[in-house]
Nanobody
Framework: QVQLVESGGGLVQGGGSLRLSCATS????????MAWFRQAPGKEREFVAA????????LYADPVKGRFTISRDNAENTVYLQMNSLKPEDTALYHC?????????????????????WGQGTQVTVSS
């Protein structure tokens, strides 16, 4: 079993930055692909970014490319999301997720149904 706990959210002005963290517990973190998803009020949850088990591959949703960076520290069992140049449309509840179904492959899943474990989320609010 894997438990995920997000932190680092908050209120920030447009153009500002935040760094989200997702601390994990349980075995085999280094074998899991990790991702961030977000859900804005009244909208469906959407993919933001994902990273392979070895951090050699990353994927980003088009709206965040060039502004967000996903990274991981396998020694610390933590995945990060650095968010720069934030916009009001980035306002959402951000969840991290873990996928162990592909083992140590370089495939990076980006759909919700491919992720087995989820955190409760951390709120990010960007003011205009």
């Amino acid at each position: 079993q894997v438990q995920l706990v997000e932190s680092g959210g908050g209120l920030v002005q447009g153009g500002g930055s935040l760094r989200l963290s997702c601390a994990t517990s349980g075995r085999s973190f280094s074998s899991y692909a990790m991702a961030w998803f977000r859900q804005a009020p009244g909208k469906e949850r959407e993919f933001v970014a994902a990273i392979s088990w070895s951090d050699s591959r990353t994927l980003y949703a088009d709206p965040v490319k060039g502004r967000f960076t996903i990274s991981r520290d396998n020694a610390e069992n933590t995945v990060y999301l650095q968010m720069n140049s934030l916009k009001p449309e980035d306002t959402a509840l951000y969840h991290c997720a873990a996928s162990g179904r592909y083992g140590r492959s370089f495939y990076v899943p980006r759909t919700q149904r491919e992720y087995d474990y989820w955190g409760q989320g951390t709120q990010v609010t960007v003011s205009s």
